[in-house]
């Protein structure tokens, strides 16, 4: 009896199955998903840019730290999403 589990299918095309289709960030040697090559570009807001730039750098931070972070985050961005809205 075999253990070992089949390759994964690689995706093909973008979620049309057309041409675009952009592979996810490779796995760094801690088991993380990188963020790819290269600097972030600007959102053109720097609220945002700086909590992006704070979310990229979690790793290795305490848990109460991330948390903050990423409460942060999720009140900035939600705040930005309700002044597109109207609301």
Same mark, same amino acid.
């Given at each position: 009896?075999?253990?070992?589990? !089949?390759?994964?299918?690689? !995706?093909?095309g973008? $979620?049309?199955?057309?041409?675009?289709w952009?592979?996810a $960030? $490779?796995? =760094?040697?801690?088991?993380?998903?990188?963020?790819g090559p290269? $600097? *972030? !570009?600007?959102t +053109?807001?720097?609220?945002? =840019?700086?909590?992006l730039?704070?979310?990229?750098? #979690?790793?290795?931070?305490? #848990?109460d730290?991330? &948390?903050?972070? +990423?409460?942060? /985050?999720? *009140? #900035? &961005?939600?705040?930005?999403?309700? =002044? &597109?809205?109207? /609301?």
């Amino acid at each position: 009896m075999s253990t070992q589990r !089949p390759p994964a299918p690689q !995706p093909t095309g973008g $979620p049309s199955g057309g041409p675009g289709w952009q592979p996810a $960030p $490779p796995f =760094d040697s801690s088991g993380h998903q990188s963020a790819g090559p290269g $600097p *972030r !570009p600007s959102t +053109g807001d720097p609220a945002i =840019d700086a909590v992006l730039a704070e979310l990229a750098g #979690l790793d290795g931070r305490p #848990l109460d730290q991330q &948390l903050h972070i +990423g409460d942060r /985050a999720h *009140r #900035l &961005l939600s705040g930005r999403l309700r =002044d &597109l809205g109207g /609301a």
